[in-house]
């Protein structure tokens, strides 16, 4: 089966396992980099984006996380997994990967309201996908090579850059499990291309 891993130094951890498990994919808790090595995607989850920067970096999951990148595996990040995802982010912030070529406005729905939950036209899946933001940041710039899935009010909250996936809002909140399904079938996709290799 399908390993998918969830970036375990901060956030919200068990509930993207749970989501993953119920998209039909094998999931795990990744606390060192050492286990990126076993997977075959990885999800960066919601918290607080510079606290989950700093973890980062201090138990060496910077460079690891690029390496597994390059080597064609999927990324899909939420909400702060978002922001840590990004090439840019707004106001000169360091970026933490820098792996999506993105700009990314912290705090950006948060300014109006903390938190709400909408129905979102994600491109990709049929029916519309209900959404919690959550202090949510939005994508403002998105370079040529990326493809925007889905637009709140104008504002860019879901995209995709090849093996990259990122999404503004918590899908691991709700029981509609089909944003991990998508992402389980980016994976799935990927590591065919490679036993047909
Ligand atoms: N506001 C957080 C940040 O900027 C993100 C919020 C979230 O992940 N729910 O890192």
Do not use: W
Request: hydrophobic share 45%.
């Amino acid at each position: 089966a399908l390993k998918i891993g969830v970036l375990a130094l901060q956030g919200a951890v068990a509930e993207h396992i749970r989501s993953l498990r119920s998209a039909g994919a094998e999931a795990v808790p990744v606390k060192r980099p050492e286990e990126l090595e076993a997977l075959d995607g990885l999800v960066v989850p919601g918290g607080e984006s510079t606290t989950i920067g700093k973890l980062m970096r201090k138990y060496g999951f910077i460079e690891a996380i690029r390496q597994f990148h390059a080597e064609g595996k999927p990324l899909f990040g939420t909400c702060a997994g978002l922001i840590v995802l990004a090439k840019e982010i707004e106001g000169g912030e360091e970026s933490h990967l820098g792996l999506m070529d993105m700009t990314v406005v912290r705090n950006a729905f948060g300014r109006q309201r903390e938190s709400f939950e909408t129905e979102l036209d994600i491109k990709g899946i049929d029916e519309p996908v209900r959404a919690v933001f959550i202090r949510a940041p939005l994508i403002g710039r998105v370079g040529p090579g990326v493809d925007v899935l889905s637009v709140y009010k104008d504002e860019i909250v879901a995209a995709r850059e090849g093996s990259l996936l990122a999404a503004s809002f918590h899908p691991e909140l709700t029981d509609d499990y089909r944003l991990h399904a998508y992402f389980a079938e980016m994976v799935r996709e990927v590591s065919e291309a490679k036993t047909q290799a």
